[in-house]
DNA sequence: TATGACCGGGG
DNA sequence: GTGTACGGTCATA
C-alpha cells in the first residue's frame, strides 16, 4: 500500500547479522508509526591511483571478505573529487561495524590511494542517499507487518519510496521535564543523593512528582507519565548532561531500567559527546540552542527565559541552588520550592516557541535530526549540508583530517576612540563573507596555485581562484541565497499567521546557514578546509571595510569605530546617512543597512568592547567581562550600575557609586552571598595539578567532612591571612565571621577592576575610586 | 609569547 | 556506533 510519513528520527539496530534501519514517524492520520528499512547496506569508497590494475585491486578486496559480514559488491564508478573526475571503487558489505575494519584493510593495498567516506553514522549515510530528512515527508509502498516490540500504532515494512517532499507539519506532542535532587553542601551525588522533585509540562498543563521515602517510585512515576503522554519530543535544558544521566545512575543503581522510548526495552543511550537518544523520541536538550545567544553571557535558565521575555525574574521564584535542601527541608518554605520547580520546567517548555521553529528550519535544510542539531556545532550543521550536496553532485566527502593550527589574519578592527560619543549610527554589512564567496568564486577546489590569466586574485595575500566554472561553495551558497530570495518574496504574499512565521524562520535559518559557511572553511575540523579561502575572505573583507571607512570620512562622517563587517559612525548631519547608504550599496554591490542607533555610547581603549544606550532606551553591553559567573555578584553588580550611571547620569556619579560601596564594604555592612566567587570543579579534586582558588577550597571544604564530587560547583571567599590569594580561599559556608573576610581582597580584585575597567578611560584612577574619605589624612595627602 | 588546563549549564 | 564540541580565559613555562 501506499503512504505518506512524516519523519521525526531515525535509528538503527543490527538483527539476525542485518541491519535494520527505523524510520520513526507521523502518518497523516496523526499515527505515531515506524517503518523499517531492511534493504539498505552500507559501503565506502577506495580512490584509485591513475593507472590501476583494477582486476588485481578487486582480487584482493575480495581476499578480505569475511563470513561474518561478507563484501558483497565491489563497483567500479566515476565521481569527483574537488572538482575533478576519479575512477573509484563502491565496497559495500552487511554490517555498518565493519566498514571500519575493511576500511584500515583497503587501504594498505597498492593502487589505492585512499579510502573515503567510510566515517559516516549508518543512518546518515541511508538519510543522504535517500534524501530523506527529519521534518519532512516522503511517499512510500510499504507493507504493514505485526507490532512486537513497539510503542507506535503501526508497523511498516519499507518497498520502495516515492518522493520526499516538504509540506504542513503535523502537531508534535511536546513535553518538558526537569528535575531537582538533594545534596547538602558540595554537588549531588547519584549514588548518594535522591531525586526529589521531577516536573512535567506539556499542553495539556502540569504535573510535579514529589519524593516521599523512596525516589524511585518518583522515577516510576514519571517514567509512566512518558509512556502514557507519549511525546514526540522531550525538553530539558541541560538535561545531556545532568537529568539524564543523573536519572539513569539513580535507576541503575536499584537494577531498574528507564524504559521509555518508542522501542520496548529500551534505555536512554549516550550517543555522541553528551547526547542521550531516546529511540523513537527526540530528546533535545534545549541549553545547545542557548548556547548561540551571544547577548546572555550567563547561559542560566532564568536568564535566557529573562532575556526571551519567556518569564521575567520579577514573576519568577528566584532561588540560588544551594538554598534547594532548606527549601526541602523546612515544611512551610517547600511550597516555594515546588513552584521553583514549575517556575524552571514552564520557562523550558515556553523556550520551544524560541528555538523550535527555527530548529526546525536547520533541520530540513541540513538534515540533521533536532536531538542532535541542538548539541551539534554550528561547523556539523554546514558539514552535513556539505555532505548532501555532495551526494547530489557526485562529489567526494573528503575525509576528516589532523591538521596544525596555522594563524592568519581576521577581519579589520578600527581602533574605538575611547570616551563617550552621542548619536552614533551603527552600519552593517549583513552577509558580508557569504557575498564574497560567491563574488570570488572561494573554496578548496577553485585554488589555483601558480600561473593563472581568469583568476581572482585576493589583496594582500595573492591568494588566486578561477572565475569559472563555479565551485562547491559557491554552487551551495547561491543555492542558499536563490532560496531566501523566494522565501522572502513568499513571505510577502502569505497572509497565514502560522505560515509567516515558518517562512521567516527559514529564511533566517537560510540566512545564518550561509553566514556560517566562512567560519566553517577556516574551522580545522572541516572536511572542506581552506585556509587559503579562509584567507582571502577577510583580506577582500578588510579591504571593503576599509574603502568604505574612508568614502564615508570623506562624506563628512567621523568613523569612530570598525569590526570586520560594521561601521560606527557620528553623523553631524543626519539628513545624509540614508544617502551614504545608497551609495555604499551601488559601489560595493553589497548590502549594508543601519543596524543601530545609539544615543550614547562609550568605548574603552579595548576592541570589541563597548557599551551603549539606544534610541529605544535599551542599554547594550558588549565584551566586558565582569558579566561572567566566576565573579563574585557585588562586582558584577556594581559594573553594571556604573555603566548604566556613565550612560545615564555622569562619571561622578559613577564614581560616588563606587565609592559608597567600598566604604559599605569597609563597614562590614553587605552580605556574605554577594562576596562568593563560584566554580566548577570538572575532576574529582585529587586530580587537580594546581593550586587554584577553588581547588584548595574544595580541599578544605572535604576536610572538614563535606562531600565534594567532580561535576559540581564549589563557592569560596577569600579570608585574610598569609600566603597566597589561593591558599586563603575557604569554602562559603564555613566563613560565618564576617570580620575574617579580606576586605582587601574584594576592593582591589573585584570592585576595582571591574569598575576600573570601564571608568579608567575618564581619568578615574584606581587611588580615586579607593579614597573614601574614611581616612581624613588620606583624603589631605591627596589634595 | 606560546601552551595547556579549565570551564560553561545543571542541583 | 561508518563517532567523540568549541571557544574563551587564565596560569605557567
Redesign the pocket.
Known sequence: MIQDYYIIDFS?D?EDNK?LIYIWCVDKEGNRVVVLEKNF????YAVLDDNPDIEKITDEIKKLSTPASPITNIDQLERKYYGNPVKVLRIETII??Y??IY?DQVSKIKGIKEVV??????????SIDKNLKPFTWFKADVEEIPNEKFRVKKVYELKNILETYEDKPPDLKIMAF??????KY????PRR?PV??IGVWTDEGEKQFITDDDDLKTIREFSNFVLNHDPDIILG???N???WP?LLERTKLRNVKLDIGRKINSEP???????Y?IVGRLNVDL?GF??SIEE?????????ADYLGILPKTQRVNLE??Q?PEYWTDDKKRKILLQY?LD?VKSTYLLKDAFLPFGEQITTITGLPLD?LS??????RVEWLLMREAFFYNEIIPN?VERE?ESYKGGLVIPPKPGIHEKVYVLDFSSMYPSIMIKYNIGPDTLVKGECDNCWVAPEVGHKFRKSPDGFYKTILQKLVEERKEVKSKLKEVENEYERRRLDERQRALKIMANAFY?YMG???ARWYSKEGAEAVTAWGRETISEVAKLVQSEGFEVIYGDTDSVFITAKDESKINNIVKEIIDKFGLDIKIDKEYEKIFFTENKKRYAGITKEGKIDIV?F?AI???WCDLAKNIQKDVIVKVLTSSIDDAVKLVRETIMKLRRREFNIEDLVI??????DIN??????P??NAAKKAMKAGYAI?K???IGYIVVKGNGKI?QRAEPYFMVKDKSRIDIDYYIDRQIVPSTLRILEQFGITENTLKNTGINIMDFFNKK
Not at 547496506?41 to 565506502?44: A, E, I, S
Not at 558540595?186 to 551525588?189: D, F, V
Not at 543511550?269 to 553528551?274: A, D
Request: no cysteine; glycine share 10%; charged share 25%.
Open positions: 538503527y543490527v541491519p547496506r552500507p559501503y565506502f555498518p561495524a566498514i571500519r576500511r567516506e567510510a566515517d559516516i553514522r549508518f543512518y546518515m549515510r541511508y526537569d528535575i531537582e535532587v538533594f545534596n558540595g554537588s549531588p551525588n543523593d526529589i522533585i535544558y541541560n538535561s548532561r545532568f537529568d543523573y543511550t549516550q550517543g555522541t559527546y553528551g547526547h537518544s541549553f542557548a548556547m546572555v553571557k550567563v547561559k542560566s535558565l532564568d536568564n535566557i541552588w544551594y534547594i520547580n524552571d542532535q548539541m551539534a556545532s554550528v561547523g556539523y576528516r593550527y567560519g574551522w580545522l575540523g565584551g567581562e561572567r559567573g566566576d563560584w566554580k566548577s570543579l570538572d575532576k586530580e587537580y595539578n594546581v593550586d587554584a577553588h581547588v564530587f561535576g559540581g560547583k589561593s
